[in-house]
């Protein structure tokens, strides 16, 4: 009962990493806009029964993949972008870090780079990293540094340090008390990118998850299903709304509880609804 997994317990993102990696990708020059990856189903690396897709989804842009989630594509950006820029990437999003907050207690999850990987795997290759592009693999992150990041794509590039207190003052003296860092930094990335994923993830809602919309809000996210060592799949999401000028974003994690469309992503979509319009 005093384990507080919202900012504590760290698990794979699953597919919720995908706008970093289209973001990466798009910044580092690996991929434009109108760049297509042909997926027949699985990445030809490793064949139909190692780095799989969940359909054929043939031609596919980046944004479409990440409307369609498809993961060939991603696994094909880490063939083009190398690790150690995955980890500066994530870093700038807060992944892999401790979050400033003054909430005590919050986990620093894993984004692993090089280093990581000569140590624990010498003589590492490709075939290692690829999964990394679709948050499987080494990456663990909490659903605090979840928000946080999705938050930054939402409003363009800022990242925020999350708190509860928002103000505190001396019993005896009635003067202000300084509080932990509540400073923001801006993620190096083109605005033009940041809006590219934004439409991808708004294509999620409209598209793929339809039944995850808000009634008279437009709203972006991101479905996960994350894969563990636990059992069933976890089920993951993240959005924020409305798309044009975001006023609310949620990370949630439903632990062995499959598809992140069919369990997360209408918890976080609920409660979006209900602080947004004030009724479900």
């Known amino acids: 009962p ?14 919720t990493f995908k706008p970093l990696v289209a973001l990466m990708s798009l910044q580092e020059g690996a991929i434009t806009e109108h760049s297509k990856v042909t997926c027949n189903g699985y990445h030809p690396r490793g064949g139909p ?7 054929k989804h043939g031609s596919i842009s ?32 807060g992944l892999g870090i401790k979050p400033p907050t003054d909430i005590p ?15 624990r795997y010498p003589g590492w290759n490709l075939g290692q990293t690829m999964s990394l592009g679709v948050g499987q693999g080494e990456i663990q992150a909490s659903p605090l540094q979840l928000v946080r990041y999705i938050s930054a794509i939402g409003n363009g ?10 103000v505190a003052r001396d019993k005896v003296t009635g003067q202000h008390v300084d509080l932990e860092d509540r400073s923001t930094s801006q993620v190096n990335i083109n605005p033009r990118y940041f809006e590219l994923v934004k439409e991808g993830m708004k294509r999620v809602i409209n598209e793929t998850s339809y039944w995850l919309q808000i ?34 974003a949620i990370a949630a994690l439903v632990e062995n509880a499959g598809y992140g469309s069919t369990s997360a992503g209408p918890i976080a979509s609920l409660v979006a609804e209900l602080y947004l319009n004030g009724e479900i």
């Open 2 to 15: 005093m384990f507080n997994r919202s900012i504590q317990m760290v698990q794979a993102p699953g597919s």
């Open 49 to 55: 029964g190692v780095f799989r897709c969940l359909a």
């Open 62 to 93: 980046v944004e479409e993949a990440l409307a369609k989630s498809c993961n060939t594509f991603f696994f094909e950006m880490m063939r083009h972008v190398d690790v150690q820029s995955l980890s500066n990437y994530a870093h700038q999003f």
């Open 105 to 119: 207690g919050a986990a620093t999850g894993t984004i692993p780079d090089s280093a990581y990987y000569d140590k």
């Open 157 to 166: 590039g800022t990242l925020v340090s999350p708190h509860i207190v928002r």
């Open 215 to 248: 009634p008279g809000v437009e709203s972006a996210g991101k479905t996960g299903t994350a894969q563990n060592s636990r059992g069933e799949d976890d089920s993951v999401f993240v959005m924020f709304a409305p798309v044009d000028n975001p006023r609310i």
